[in-house]
């Protein structure tokens, strides 16, 4: 497996995490808890930096700008689809100022090579 995170194993991680956070009671509350400890788990990488990504259970706390990211969890029960997952990491074109999740894509920082 590669040391980098990519936009790919980004989405894949969350993806991964959205879901299992609103079906695994455990899980969620190890997501809010600890994320880092979450996100190395799912993506089997260790975040770069860590304390940069955090997750919630209120979407208006959520944030894409900053130095800090905080993602929304789905609601216990939700099914998670496809356009949950790009909104919550702000939409195919977004701008990546992660430094906890940072891919590591040389062309373009928001897409995979």
Known sequence: MDNNWTMELIHATVTTIMQRSANENE?????LKDPDGVIQEVGGLKPVDAGRVN????????????????IALPAMGQSVDEREVRSSLGG?????????????????PCKDD
């Open 27 to 31: 899980f969620r509350a190890r997501c």
């Open 55 to 70: 997750f919630t259970e209120n979407a208006r706390e959520a944030s894409l700008g900053g130095e800090t990211i905080t």
């Open 92 to 108: 195919d074109d977004a701008i990546w100022p992660w430094t906890s999740f940072m891919a590591t894509c040389s062309k373009n």
